[in-house]
């Protein structure tokens, strides 16, 4: 946070909090999606998309969309300020301009590359154990405790954290954390680069963004930046697992051939359409509300 903080005078503190809600709504309204993304990729009992929506709805009601969210939403405000603040940081290290001289003085792809990559590296480490507990309760397939059924693994995030660290210590909270690393590090580099592409596409020269480019550009970059991290994601999301069920990777690698060996290569590509259309709104919110964040501090 204070990353992001101290890369600009604050002027108006409000735009910090709009900034933070709005990665909370984009969150609340994406969660649904990612909950199905997760099953699916995890899970083999579910034919499809469309499947996993009616089976989780029956089964679970629409509360059964929403397990695991809430530590994303608390966590929410530190990962994006780490994401957006190292960028911001690297970005005026690296071309020694400011964000109101980057308009002017376009920076090179390369340049952005590096700070995406950089800022994809270090959120990595703040949102694994976050990640973790998000889909352990996601793929908690009971339906809400009933008097007299058996209670469910995990009665809640706090307990969910509680018991990986009581059986596992606290290496236990980061497990998959590896792969979430290098998920990240390339992809945010090419988050990053596809925005600022966009952007600099449909914009005169010299002039800032519109609000509905930021809109595209944002959205387009989150789609893009999903499609490159799906394998590693379904590769993460399996290792999250692997503590649970009875499948036990030796590594990354082992996971990776296991899951082709079983499934075949189209085990990469598992939850790409449903995390796509979650990707588009989320991120051109994300980053209308990082330019005006900006603009308000700059
Ligand atoms: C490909 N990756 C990992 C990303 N593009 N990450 C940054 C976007 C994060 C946003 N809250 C989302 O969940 O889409």
Same mark, same amino acid.
């Given at each position: 946070?204070?990353?992001?903080?101290?890369?600009?005078?604050?002027?108006?503190?409000?735009?910090?909090?709009?900034?933070?809600?709005?990665?909370?709504?984009?969150?609340?309204?994406?969660?649904?999606?990612?909950?199905?993304?997760?099953?699916?990729?995890?899970?083999?009992?579910?034919?499809?998309?469309?499947?996993?929506?009616?089976?989780?709805?029956?089964?679970?009601?629409?509360?059964?969309?929403?397990?695991?969210?809430?530590?994303?939403?608390?966590?929410?405000?530190?990962?994006?300020?780490?994401?957006?603040?190292?960028?911001?940081?690297?970005?005026?290290?690296?071309?020694?301009?400011?964000?109101?001289?980057?308009?002017?003085?376009?920076?090179?792809?390369?340049?952005?590359?590096?700070?995406?990559?950089?800022?994809?590296?270090?959120?990595?480490?703040?949102?694994?154990?976050?990640?973790?507990?998000?889909?352990?309760?996601?793929?908690?397939?009971?339906?809400?405790?009933?008097?007299?059924?058996?209670?469910?693994?995990?009665?809640?995030?706090?307990?969910?954290?509680?018991?990986?660290?009581?059986?596992?210590?606290?290496?236990?909270?980061?497990?998959? +954390?590896?792969?979430?690393?290098?998920?990240?590090?390339?992809?945010?580099?090419?988050?990053?680069?596809?925005?600022?592409?966009?952007?600099?596409?449909?914009?005169?020269?010299?002039?800032?963004?519109?609000? +509905?480019?930021?809109?595209?550009?944002?959205?387009?970059?989150?789609?893009?930046?999903?499609?490159?991290?799906?394998?590693?994601?379904?590769?993460?999301?399996?290792?999250?697992?692997?503590?649970?069920?009875?499948?036990?990777?030796?590594?990354?690698?082992?996971?990776?051939?296991?899951?082709?060996?079983?499934?075949?290569?189209?085990?990469?590509?598992?939850?790409?359409?449903?995390?796509?259309?979650?990707?588009?709104?989320?991120?051109?919110?994300?980053?209308?509300?990082?330019?005006?964040?900006?603009?308000?501090?700059?």
């Amino acid at each position: 946070m204070e990353a992001l903080r101290s890369n600009c005078e604050l002027k108006e503190p409000h735009s910090w909090y709009i900034f933070v809600t709005t990665g909370a709504l984009g969150l609340v309204l994406g969660h649904p999606f990612d909950t199905v993304k997760v099953r699916l990729q995890t899970q083999t009992t579910y034919q499809g998309i469309i499947d996993c929506m009616v089976k989780t709805y029956r089964h679970e009601s629409l509360l059964g969309f929403f397990k695991g969210m809430s530590f994303p939403i608390v966590s929410i405000a530190v990962v994006n300020s780490v994401l957006f603040g190292v960028y911001s940081n690297a970005l005026l290290a690296l071309t020694a301009t400011s964000h109101q001289e980057r308009r002017a003085q376009a920076p090179s792809y390369t340049h952005v590359f590096i700070a995406g990559c950089t800022g994809g590296f270090l959120q990595a480490y703040c949102l694994a154990p976050f990640d973790l507990i998000k889909v352990r309760l996601q793929n908690q397939t009971e339906p809400r405790a009933q008097p007299g059924s058996p209670p469910p693994r995990y009665r809640g995030p706090v307990h969910c954290a509680a018991s990986i660290f009581q059986a596992e210590g606290p290496r236990g909270l980061f497990r998959g +954390a590896w792969a979430l690393t290098l998920r990240d590090t390339p992809t945010l580099g090419i988050y990053f680069v596809t925005y600022e592409w966009l952007c600099h596409q449909s914009t005169p020269d010299g002039q800032n963004p519109s609000s +509905a480019t930021v809109l595209v550009a944002g959205g387009f970059a989150g789609i893009t930046s999903w499609v490159t991290a799906t394998p590693l994601d379904v590769i993460k999301s399996r290792m999250q697992m692997a503590g649970l069920e009875q499948r036990a990777y030796r590594g990354l690698l082992d996971c990776m051939v296991s899951s082709v060996r079983q499934e075949g290569l189209g085990v990469f590509f598992r939850g790409l359409t449903i995390n796509s259309a979650r990707a588009f709104p989320v991120n051109a919110v994300t980053f209308l509300s990082y330019e005006y964040l900006l603009h308000s501090w700059g």
